[in-house]
């Protein structure tokens, strides 16, 4: 356990991590991630579960749901929102760092891929960033949509991808920018990614004009045409850009 009760910024930054990595209605301090992480920096599951709710209080989307958080966050919660928030390539990866250093490990020791298969220098310093810096965008993208398909509302995770709204390729900026995700199930993310469906600045689902030649296939009207022009299910935070929207429904969107 941490030898003095006030909180590092290690230990704060990581609670930012934790904040975007889980859903913040489902915060308590009975929460397996609330526990796990509580663990890891030393502190108990009541004192992170507060953190994560006084990192609450400073998030203007929540307000905007009438969403308050905690009051009587430190000056330091402030510092480390006004560092990170908006930088999000920046707190992916050092937060990380952080979560693997706290436990002596190194990074690719907590990352589930086979990170050992790749060669040694720094492609494989490039792979292991990449590989973190992808699983803290699906988290944070996850959790922000409260584990539900933002169409259908499908809840099984082990079908949901956050879906980048601008691809990774074609904007480099805003790779890990949560306001660029949208969290699907995966026949949807891939027909997304596609352009047979989009979703439009003011969060209308719409659906290719390609279908039509498909109408036939019972599959169709299950699984897209009923979509059409339905609202998407918004995210409790991390609102999906207008601006990365209406770039898709520019770009890629086949009508």
């Known amino acids: ?12 930054i990581v609670a930012f991590n934790v904040y975007c990595k889980i859903p913040f209605k489902n915060s308590s301090k009975t929460n397996p991630l609330i526990i796990k992480y509580a663990n890891i920096i030393g502190r108990s599951p009541s004192a992170l579960n507060m953190k994560v709710g006084n990192f609450g209080r400073l998030d203007p989307e929540l307000k905007k749901q009438g969403i308050v958080g905690l009051g009587n966050g430190s000056k330091l919660d402030e510092v480390v929102w006004n560092e990170f928030q908006g930088n999000w390539e920046k707190l992916a990866y050092e937060s990380e760092l952080l979560i693997a250093e706290f436990q002596n490990k190194k990074i690719e020791e907590i990352i589930d891929d086979l990170i050992f298969e790749f060669p040694i220098g720094t492609e494989r310093e490039t792979i292991i960033k990449q590989r973190v810096n992808q699983s803290f965008f699906r988290s944070t993208i996850l959790s922000s949509y409260n584990l539900q398909c933002c169409i259908t509302g499908l809840s099984i995770s082990d079908f949901l991808v956050a879906s980048h709204i601008k691809p990774w390729k074609v ?6 920018n949560p306001h660029n995700g949208l969290c699907l ?3 949807h993310d891939k027909a997304f990614d596609k352009g047979f469906i989009t979703v439009t600045p003011d969060y209308k689902i719409k659906v290719s004009k390609c279908f039509d030649d498909f109408k036939k296939d019972e599959a169709v009207p299950d699984f897209f045409l009923k979509y059409d022009n339905q609202s998407i299910i918004l995210p409790d935070r991390f609102l999906p850009s207008k601006e990365f929207l209406d770039w898709h429904y520019t770009n890629l969107f086949k009508r």
């Open 1 to 12: 356990m941490a030898k003095s009760n006030n909180w590092t910024k290690e230990q704060t």
């Open 171 to 176: 904007d480099e900026v805003n790779r890990l």
């Open 185 to 187: 199930n995966s026949i």
